[in-house]
């Protein structure tokens, strides 16, 4: 199934997602990538919030997906955006920088790694990353509830169960990689509703025949006897590697990973 394709799905991403993809920025800096780039791509850019911190990083910045509402999204925000798939990003040329944000989980592993190779100029970096609801910070009770039961009413979508590891591959030495948690606010419990709904296990329910209306309606009255506070947190991991053109040992490789 094709995910955050519905015209309402691609509206509540851009409106109620949270807008920190500018850390990535640190990321790079902290790996001691600090130099400005060329060209650069941004995979499953989605409604262009992974792709605006790349303009500042890089002369030329393109985002692709294969969603065209997404796109349509992020084309109201002046970005370079094209509906296309990962497998034919070799068709925009070559670049030095390439992202993929909460997506390569979607992807084949051996599928994509030779299509980012042959879309990638010789050193070009990659960053893979992704950001997960991490829950309350202050009640425990909501985040039982979130796993027991939100998360059994309406179950995420199974991933391919692959991993950006490039470590094994030909010409891919690992920069660094990272995790931890960004605190992130919503004002109400309606705002935490309509964050949920920006989820690929909500769009799921969506397709199989519910509306979003009645979803949210059934979250809120569930999210009636929590006490919250305003404060929550959003889980973060990233891999950043280099890929060389040239013929590689992988035992030579050192791993900064």
């Known amino acids: 199934m094709s995910y955050f394709s519905l015209t309402e799905a691609a509206e509540r991403y851009d409106a109620y ?3 920190v993809h500018s850390i990535v920025s ?4 902290d790996a001691g990538v600090t130099h400005k780039f060329k060209n650069s791509l941004d995979v499953a850019c989605g409604t262009g919030d992974s792709t605006l911190p790349l303009i500042e990083l890089s002369d030329n910045v393109i985002g692709i997906d294969l969603s065209k509402s997404m796109i349509e999204r992020a084309e109201v925000k002046g970005l370079s955006v094209k509906q296309l798939g990962y497998e034919k990003a070799y068709e925009l040329g070559k670049f030095d920088l390439i992202t993929t944000c909460m ?11 030779k299509a980012y190779k042959q879309a990638s100029s010789d050193n070009a ?14 009640s425990d009770e909501f985040n039982d509830w979130f796993v ?6 309406f179950p995420s979508p199974a991933r391919n ?10 010409g891919m030495k690992c920069l660094a990689s990272g995790k931890g948690v960004l605190p992130i606010k919503f ?5 935490l509703t309509k964050y949920l709904t920006t989820q690929s296990n909500v769009e799921n329910a969506v397709k199989a025949g519910l509306t979003y209306s009645e979803i949210e309606k059934e979250i809120e009255a569930m999210l009636q006897d929590f006490e919250l506070s305003t404060e929550f947190r959003y889980n973060y991991s990233y891999d950043l590697y280099q890929f ?14």
């Open 17 to 19: 997602r949270p807008k």
């Open 26 to 29: 640190k990321w790079l800096q």
């Open 103 to 113: 997506a390569f989980h979607w992807f084949g592993f051996d599928e994509a790694l």
């Open 125 to 138: 970096i990659w960053l893979i990353y992704n950001f997960s609801f991490g829950g309350s910070e202050n």
């Open 148 to 153: 027991s039961t939100y998360l059994k009413k």
């Open 161 to 170: 169960g692959e991993v950006a590891d490039f470590e094994k591959a030909e």
């Open 187 to 191: 004002v109400d419990k309606h705002e």
């Open 244 to 257: 060389t053109t040239q013929a590689v040992d992988a035992k030579k490789i050192t791993r900064n990973c």
